[in-house]
């Protein structure tokens, strides 16, 4: 099991705000990334035409930053942050 920090980027007009979640996987992270983005807002997003973002009304949420953490880290950080699955 691997353990990960991501970004999740949101652009709705000029306004731009990130939001960062915790996940673990034994599959390709970059996936799973793709996932959680693909679903963030609870609803099945419409996917760009390029695919690699996700419209929800009139905000594009798409993946950020990925960075593999080490668990005894991930175990701290889960205290401040959302993990998802």
Not at 23 to 50: M, Y
Request: with cysteine.
């Amino acid at each position: 099991m691997k353990f990960y920090i991501a970004e999740v980027q949101e652009k709705n007009g000029s306004m731009e705000y990130a939001a960062w979640i915790l996940f673990k996987t034994e599959s390709d992270p970059c996936r799973q990334h793709n996932s959680i983005v693909a679903n963030w807002r609870g609803e099945n997003l419409q996917p760009t035409d390029e695919g690699d973002a996700y419209w929800c009304d009139a905000t594009l949420i798409s993946c950020g930053a990925l960075r593999e953490v080490p668990k005894k880290d991930y175990v701290v950080l889960k205290k401040y942050l959302t993990e998802l699955q």
